[in-house]
């Protein structure tokens, strides 16, 4: 995946990542029946089989070879090593983090883990076709500008990619706010999951969805490090907003006990917080260390985003207020297309750049992506 993006070729690496649950529902379907639980494990061993083999054929014409060999003589190879360690610990600060809020949400009222998983898994799909795929594109465009000495370049991309996931993630973020009711029914309500748990996982969603954008800018700014082989400080300045994000835990679900709001909804805000705290520092020191970004650049743009936000939760509203006790399948998915249309009105009206140079983005991308 890395030599692929290395050389702008970004399809199969995305295709990748849906193969492996492909092959965890093959493994239920399949593999179950005859095996049992081994089953599941076995469908985990296929999908990761088939993360791989879906990228083999994009290295043809690459003269990528492989060694056995851990290939420490290579100076490269040590670097690369070096760089990985901090990173190694972030992983690891996370998943700690992670396991303190299961402990947390446990001790919850029933169903506030699920809810809490759920919302989260719920909020990470846009953030995931927004900020890590433009990511995953702008790392390669950013270590090319730093291998060639154009700091002023990069300064440049940095801060049209973070004006352009903003211009995606915002209204993603308040769509997901807004419809969090009817979108969790369309995805989960049936059989024993019911009214009252949908509920519960749109109001641990209305706090995730909060921290979207934070979310989100988050991807780019840690590559534009990563670009610059600094790994240390996105790993330093993340392990301290995960030690936050516990304090703030604890604090947030104790304050919505004594409001009379569920506990678990204090959990997912606390992350939406201690993300968007970790996102501002990494902007803060970014622009220190490439000694300023273009904020003129980014102006016209950001306020226009603002304004057509703005303009999309008044329609949302008034969209929600119409369509009650309308189907969830009116109201949801309505309700997206009805969002998108007058967002993307909004922001041409507004003169957003993004308006007009997204499409054109995804599109150089698409046609790179089969290079």
Do not use: K
Not at 17 to 26: N, R, S
Not at 139 to 159: H, K, N, W, Y
Not at 236 to 264: D, E, K, Q, Y
Not at 319 to 329: E, N, T
Request: glycine share 12%; charged share 10%; proline share 4%.
């Amino acid at each position: 995946m890395g030599i692929l993006n290395a050389h702008q070729h970004f399809l199969l690496p995305a295709l990748a990542p849906a193969l492996y649950p492909l092959g965890l529902i093959l493994g239920v379907l399949v593999f179950v029946p005859r095996g049992g639980i081994h089953g599941l494990a076995w469908g985990a061993v296929l999908g990761a089989a088939l993360h791989l083999a879906v990228q083999l054929p994009g290295l043809r014409g690459r003269r990528a070879t492989y060694y056995a060999s851990l290939g420490w003589s290579n100076p490269a190879v040590r670097r690369v090593a070096i760089l990985m360690a901090p990173r190694v610990v972030g992983v690891a600060v996370v998943q700690v983090n992670f396991l303190v809020n299961t402990i947390l949400a446990s001790g919850q009222p029933e169903g506030s883990l699920t809810a809490i998983n759920l919302a989260f898994t719920l909020m990470m799909m846009p953030q995931g076709l927004i900020a890590q795929a433009l990511a995953i594109a702008a790392l390669p465009t950013f270590s090319a500008q730093v291998a060639r000495g154009e700091v002023g370049a990069m300064r440049l991309s940095l801060v049209r990619t973070l004006r352009g996931v903003l211009f995606l993630s915002l209204p993603a973020s308040v769509g997901l706010i807004l419809l969090r009711e009817p979108l969790v029914a369309l995805l989960y309500q049936r059989g024993a999951f019911g009214a009252s748990s949908t509920e519960q996982v749109a109001w641990a969603l209305l706090w995730y969805a909060a921290g979207l954008v934070g979310h989100s800018l988050l991807e780019i700014v840690a590559r534009a490090f990563y670009a610059l082989h600094d790994t240390r400080t996105p790993v330093l300045v993340g392990a301290t907003a995960m030690s936050l994000n516990v304090v703030l835990s604890l604090a947030f679900s104790s304050l919505f006990v004594r409001i009379g709001w569920a506990p678990h909804g204090g959990l997912a805000l606390a992350n939406s917080l201690a993300t968007a705290i970790e996102c501002v520092i990494l902007i803060i020191l970014i622009r220190r260390r490439l000694g300023g970004l273009s904020w003129t650049e980014a102006g016209r743009g950001v306020l226009a985003t603002l304004g057509a936000a703005a303009v999309t939760t008044l329609s949302l509203w008034g969209w929600v207020a119409v369509g009650a006790g309308r189907s969830v399948f009116f109201v949801g998915l309505g309700g997206v297309i009805v969002g998108g249309l007058v967002f993307w009105g909004a922001a041409l009206l507004l003169g957003a750049p993004e308006a007009r140079e997204v499409p054109s983005l995804f599109r150089r991308r698409g046609s790179r992506s089969g290079a």
